[in-house]
């Protein structure tokens, strides 16, 4: 007799818990792009002393990778994998930004801050853009 237990991957989750899922991870992320933007604003005014620009970025980038790395290991729902993949390339886009505005805070690059504001603000708009529908959905 041959028993199997535990193994293999998760079984997808409902519809409902997958929107669920889907716009925290929207939310979170979109937050830590916006905390990453204010961080660069605040930089650009001569508000932030020291490294706290850095420290900030570093924070909102961390904060979005564990947030994504969570949602982008579990399995869509049953008719949701296009919906999935086109949410995992956002998730990298803000990743990659934010990624680019720690980078400008560690190596003092800033003549790219109003760059990346400008990346930020469009990441951030596409991912409030991709949870609103899924809101409505009952997210």
């Known amino acids: ?16 818990a997958w929107v669920r899922s889907s716009v925290q991870v929207l939310d979170d992320v979109a937050g830590s792009v916006a905390s990453s ?12 002393l ?25 399995q869509p729902a049953p008719g949701r994998a296009e919906d ?4 995992a390339e956002l998730l990298r886009q803000a990743e990659s930004v934010l990624v680019d505005a720690r980078i400008a805070f560690a190596t003092g690059a800033q003549a790219d801050y109003a760059g990346l504001q400008v990346r930020l603000q469009k990441v ?9 529908p899924l809101r409505r959905a009952g997210g």
Do not use: I, N
């Open 124 to 132: 951030g708009q596409e991912l409030e853009q991709a949870a609103e």
């Open 84 to 87: 999935f993949r086109r949410l």
């Open 50 to 74: 020291g490294r706290s620009g850095l420290v900030l970025a570093q924070d909102a980038e961390s904060s979005a990778a564990g947030a994504a790395r969570g949602y982008l290991g579990s």
């Open 37 to 48: 933007r204010l961080a660069l604003d605040e930089a650009q005014k001569g508000h932030l």
């Open 1 to 16: 007799m041959l028993l199997l237990t535990g193994c293999g991957t998760s079984s997808p989750p409902d519809d409902q």
